[in-house]
Each structure stands twice: as structure tokens, then as C-alpha cells.
């Protein structure tokens, strides 16, 4: 068991981590929502332009309740944006709204690590349901039966392989956004940097989820090669 805590551990390192980039991009969001737009748009004007202009007209901007909500929805074609994105007139919510749109135009041009994303997704959340119990017995009994650690080692790989999937896609999505906001002239060169600094630490939360989910890989397989030796 103690090998399990262990992962409970690395876990919760990352945790940690990943709680120090979320309030620092929950404080540049904050700040950079202190400054209004130069043309005054709000996030579900800029969506709704973005989307126009690269011909997507099936796709619907819709406002969402919580803070930092905002997502793509594939299955509905909806840009569902947080109450403050959708109504406010700031870099911040620019940058948001846009890089969502980014998404949309994903799905809309069959973007490849998105297509490939959208078929894990049902593959992870089943193996998600069982992962954690597969894993607390391949611990327990891993002087026994040591395949089951590596059956849930696999399992484990599966979802670790779709945060680093999930990378390629956010880190589109933000380029897209920036680069239509630029040709498009909706922000200032000054908006602009508070765009980009605001999805570079979206995207970083991402990053060290990926990491976090790896490190645990790592060191399971090594608590099953040191098993498998006994």
C-alpha cells in the first residue's frame, strides 16, 4: 500500500502546482479585465465575428454561469462562454472568447489531434470509471499477481497519452485566435500582449496536468519492474 500512497504523493505535488499557475491566471485574467477594448467588443461579438468570418454559421455563442467556463462543445456546436467573457469588453475576455472560437474552427476544418481527441474522449472516461480501483489492487497484490499493475499501468497510459493529445489542440486553438484577432485588427498591439500572456497561462495548466499524469505513469511502472523482479 505504500507504493499506492506514493502515487498519492507525486499527485498531489502536481496539485499543487497546478493550484499556483490556476491563481495566476486567475490573477491575469483579473487584471487584464481592467482594460477595455479599443473597438469596445464584447467576448460574444468577437465569437460571433470569428466564427463569420471563417464561414461557420451553424455554430451558436452562448452564455454559461461560473468563472473560467468557458468551452467548446463539439457534440451541440455551441461556444459557451462564462457570464464575463460573453458580456464584458476587455483583452481578457478577447483572448478567451477567441481561442474558443478556435476550437469551433477545429472542428469545422477536421483539425487532426482534435479528430483524434474526440475519439478518446469515450475510451478515457470508461477507463477512468475503473482505473483507480485496477490500480489500488495491482498495488495490493503485485507480489502475487503482478500483471494486474501492468493491466492498470496500460489503462493509465491511455489517459496520460490524451492530456499530452490535448495539448497540440489548446495550443491551435490559442495560435488561431491570435492570429485572426491580429489580421482582423480587433485588438491593439498593447491587447494583444495581454491576449497572448493570457493564454500562455491557460495553456500552462495543461501543460502541468500532462506532466503531473506522466510523472505518476513513470513511477508506477517503476514500483512494477521493481515488483516483477521479487
Known sequence: MGYYYGAYIIGGLFAVLGMLISARLKSKFKKYSMVGLRNNMSGREIAERMLAD?????????????????????????????????????????????????????????????????????????VSSILHWVLLAGVMFINTFPSLLLIGIVLFALTTLFSFVTLPVEFDASRRALAWMDSRGVVTSQEHSMAKDSLKWAALTYVSAALGSLAILLYYVTVYMSGSRR
Open 54 to 126: 471563417h464561414g461557420i454559421y451553424d455554430v451558436k455563442v452562448v452564455s454559461v454561469r461560473g468563472r473560467l467556463t468557458d468551452h467548446y462543445n463539439p457534440v451541440d456546436k455551441t461556444v459557451n462562454l462564462s457570464e464575463a467573457v460573453y458580456n464584458e469588453r476587455n483583452a481578457a475576455a478577447a483572448a478567451v472568447a477567441a481561442h474558443e472560437v478556435g476550437h469551433a474552427v477545429q472542428h469545422a476544418t477536421a483539425y487532426s489531434w482534435l479528430t483524434m481527441r474526440s475519439k478518446m474522449v469515450p475510451v478515457v472516461q470508461g
